[in-house]
């Protein structure tokens, strides 16, 4: 099969990927053999090409928002079957047995994996994953729309979990990409007042079509104190902005994996009257499958900007540049 390899990573100007031929993968005994049919373009992985996530895997291939059909499994799998539209995602396995797992934390585990960096991902013509971590997806969606949901969607309904929002509370959301948008919208279906603080132009003007009740630059304040925020730019340096803008008691949850490093914070303006800064790591199954549920209730609609497989390098220098709004998706063209 083709697919693409991460061969040197460096900047995505230089072509740090490949489109090459691979075997297509054996599932193990727990997994799917699934036929890649679109995936996402997250961030994550223009981070995995670039070197800003060490290399866990030479030549590995990303891509973890794979919207696919079973196409073969290994002997211990049951319940999926050949033909079967699934989804595949970053969380690719954890040990189940540690202390994290053991209390619902499995985001946390120590010995998890995670597709498109400790294996091969999406950006091929077929993948596999473990079937205890293949997501059943929603009927009424198609794949373009679906694959987005899977990382970007997932990850910012557990930042949004993890911004402590209360109940009618008001929200800043720092960066509108792929996540953001998302997030907005469960946020406002359960009305919530979203302010969207982000450099682009064409991202605040989609803040605004979607129903958000002011967007500004980064840089500046929203038009009243926030409950809580989350950044999802991976700039450190907004995060002392962040923290001011929020109300006595607010979170500010940092939703990438990768950040800048953050300056230094003054106590009285950015951390006292009991502020909170919070990370977020990863996902459980749980909230995607919390997430996916919310999805169909609430008609969540990802802003998709669609690319040849094919042409997967293109969309990860314009997804660097920032060239289009929403979540870029790659259509398999390749078989
Ligand atoms: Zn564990
Ligand atoms: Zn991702």
Request: overall charge negative; some cysteine.
């Amino acid at each position: 099969m083709r697919a693409w390899s991460v061969i040197e990573p460096g900047p995505v100007g230089a072509g740090p990927l490949r489109l090459v031929e691979k075997p297509v993968p054996v599932p193990g005994d727990d997994e799917l053999l699934v036929r890649v049919r679109a995936c996402g373009v997250c961030r994550t992985d223009l981070h995995v090409a670039e070197g800003d996530l060490p290399v866990r895997r030479p030549g590995v291939t990303p891509g973890h928002e794979v919207v696919g059909e079973v196409v073969g499994f290994g002997a211990a799998v049951g319940g999926f079957a050949v033909g079967e539209r699934v989804g595949v995602a970053w969380l690719r396995r954890t040990d189940g047995t540690c202390r994290y797992c053991a209390r619902g934390s499995e985001n946390l585990c120590p010995a998890s994996s995670y597709t498109g960096w400790d294996a091969d991902g999406g950006y091929a013509e077929y993948t596999t994953v473990p079937a205890a971590f293949a997501y059943r997806l929603p009927g009424g969606l198609d794949d373009v729309s679906l694959a987005p949901l899977l990382c970007a969607g997932i990850i910012g309904h557990r930042a949004l979990r993890r911004s402590a929002l209360p109940p009618g509370g008001r929200l800043g959301l720092y960066g509108f990409g792929g996540s953001a948008h998302l997030c907005a919208q469960v946020a406002m279906a359960e009305g919530a007042t979203v302010h969207v603080l982000t450099r682009g132009a064409d991202a605040r003007k989609l803040a605004l079509d979607l129903g958000a009740a002011s967007a500004r630059g980064p840089y500046e304040m929203p038009p009243e104190p926030l409950d809580s925020a989350i950044l999802f730019a991976p700039a450190g340096e907004l995060v002392p902005g962040a923290l001011r803008a929020l109300d006595r008691g607010g979170t500010l949850a940092i939703a990438g994996i990768h950040l800048s490093d953050v300056p230094g914070l003054r106590y009285e303006s950015e951390l006292f009257y009991e502020k909170q800064l919070r990370s977020v790591t990863s996902n459980t199954r749980e909230d995607g499958r919390e997430f996916l549920a919310l999805v169909a209730e609430h008609s969540v609609h990802a802003t998709t900007h669609s690319y040849p497989l094919s042409r997967a390098d293109e969309a990860l220098r314009d997804l660097a540049a920032g060239r289009f709004d929403g979540a870029a998706v790659l259509v398999n063209d390749l078989s």
